[in-house]
C-alpha cells in the first residue's frame, strides 16, 4: 500500500511539474516585445510677412537657413509665406529680406524676430530650445521707428489718432476715445501698417444703455489716414464679428449689438443693450482685408 503511494504521488508532481513547465514556457513564448518609443521633433517656423504693393500681395523671404512650405502646408498650418527653420540650436537666426518702402520711399529694415506666449513678447537672436512648436514673426520697421501716436505740434493742433472710436452718448453729446494698438497671436488678423498682427484695445470704458459707437482706424489697405471701419470688401460689404471666450464664459452679445453685415453704405455702429452701466475692457480685430472687425468685450476684473 505505501508503495502504491508513493507512485501516486510521483506521477501526480511529474504532472504539475509538466504543467509549470508548459506554463512558463508558453509565457516567453506569447511575450509582447516592449513598444518602441517615439519620438516627436518640435518645429520652429519663421514667418516673414508680406505686404500690398499696387494692390497684390508681396511676399518677404527667408534667404538662408529656413526651407519656404508650399501652399498647401501653410494652409496646414494656418500661416501664410511661412518657412521651416533648418538650423541647429544656437545658431543664429537668419536675416530676413523685404523690398517694401514707405510712402516716402524708406525701406523696411529687419528688427528681430519675436514671438507671443502667455500674453509676453520675447525676442530672439538664435535658436532657442524647443519644447513645442513654435511661431517667429519678423519684425519690419521703415526708417527704424514704429509708426507712433501722434503729438500735439506747435500752435496747439491736435492731430487725430491712428485709432479710436466715436462714442456717442444716450444725451447726443459725443467723445473721441482713443485706441492702443497692441498684439495677437491669431496671425490671420490684419498688420493695420504694422510688422505683426495688431489688436485694438481700450480698458475701464463707461457705458450706458444708449451708447453707441463707430471704429476708425488707420492701415486698412495701407491707408495712412484713421477711416470709419469696418471697410467694404470685394463685394462691397462688410461684417462685424461679436466674439465670445468660452474659458471666461463671457459673450460679446450679452452687452452689445451689432449687424452682422451690410453694404458699405451702411454706418458700421456698435451698440450697447444692457439696462445697467458698466466699465469695460474692449478689444477689436480685422480681418478678410478689412472687411470684418472683431469686437471682443468684457467687464473689468473679469477672472
Known sequence: MKKICTLILISVMAVCSFGVMTASADTTQYSPAPLAETATQSKLYLVPGTYLSGGQTVENTVPSGATK??????????????YLCTLDRGSKLP???????????????????WTI??????????VPKLTETTFFYADWRADLSQRKDPIIPDGGTIVEPNHYLVLQHADGTTENVKLIRGFTNISSAETLGYAFAAELKVEGLELKQGDSFVVYTTGLKDSDKAEKSPIGGSNKRWSITLEASTQKDNDTKTYLSALDSAYYTVEPRVTYILETAGVYNLYIKYFSGGSNMAVYMEPMGLA
Open 117 to 126: 506666449k502667455d500674453a509676453t513678447v520675447t525676442y530672439y537672436k538664435s
Open 69 to 82: 512650405l508650399s501652399a498647401s502646408e501653410c494652409e496646414a498650418i494656418f500661416t501664410d509665406n511661412a
Open 95 to 113: 536675416v530676413p529680406t523685404s523690398t517694401r518702402k514707405d510712402k516716402d520711399g524708406n525701406a523696411y529694415c529687419f528688427n528681430g524676430w
